[in-house]
């Protein structure tokens, strides 16, 4: 069976610096996908990034990146230039592709990131 | 925007009762999900389906029962509520089964007394 583990339960960053999520993973499957989702405060939880395991590339959304290390099956997330509006919950999340459970997500516990002032 | 939404933000209700949570989307997605979470256990998939009258069990199915009698509308029942089911209770859903990209609603914190 799959696992997510997100090992770091709180963290915090000064606005305007570089924060590094991390999040590992367990799996014997090589085509998957994994995703970053946030969840604000009191606000819907929203995708922020995916990355396709067949892809070397690292996935970027503006100030958000991610680091694959597939062999590792580690997956962190960067947050560039902090803002206060990402101050929220970050769920990592793996999905497999093929299958027994193929589409369903599995998430890690989460990490809760507090952006100050 | 696709827009999820759920019947109650905040729901008290006591141990035995029968309890519906409902879930509706607004952008034709074929598949919806309910999820609970916790702290410390971040999200876990109760049911899901994947069609209407269709649906799947997830990972924690025990206690619950879903029912999508229309595309839009995917309701989780709690046949007779116990306090272990005290919980905030998330509905997504996607428009493809297998791109991961889920919508979510604002959540139900359900408490059990």
């Known amino acids: 069976a799959q696992t997510v583990t997100q090992s770091q339960p709180e963290m915090s960053v000064q606005e305007a610096e570089t924060v590094t999520l991390s999040c590992t993973y367990d799996t014997s499957e090589n085509n998957y996908y994994l995703f970053w989702y946030k969840q604000p405060p009191s606000r819907q939880m929203i995708l922020v990034i995916r990355q396709e395991a067949y892809k070397q590339q690292n996935a970027t959304e503006n100030r958000f990146s991610v680091n694959f290390q597939k062999a590792a099956k580690s997956f962190s997330l960067k947050i560039s230039d902090s803002q206060l509006g990402d101050t929220a919950m970050y769920f990592c999340a793996f999905m497999k592709l093929r299958g027994r459970n193929t589409g369903k997500l599995i998430f890690g516990q989460g990490t809760t990131l507090q952006v100050k002032p | 925007d696709v827009k999820v939404t759920q019947s109650s933000r905040y729901l008290v209700k006591r141990t035995g009762e029968k309890v519906f949570l409902e879930c509706v989307q607004d952008m034709d997605h074929e598949n919806m999900f309910w999820y609970r979470q916790d702290p410390g256990l971040g999200l876990r998939l109760i049911y899901f389906?994947?069609?209407?009258?269709?649906?799947e069990k997830g990972d924690i199915p025990e206690g619950y029962s879903v029912s999508r009698e229309k595309k839009e509308r995917f309701s989780l029942i709690l046949e007779s509520a116990s306090t272990n089911q005290t919980s905030m209770y998330l509905c997504a859903s996607s428009l493809l089964s297998l791109d991961g990209k889920q919508f979510f609603g604002p959540g139900t914190r359900l408490t059990v007394l």
């Open positions: 389906s994947y069609d209407v009258k269709m649906k």
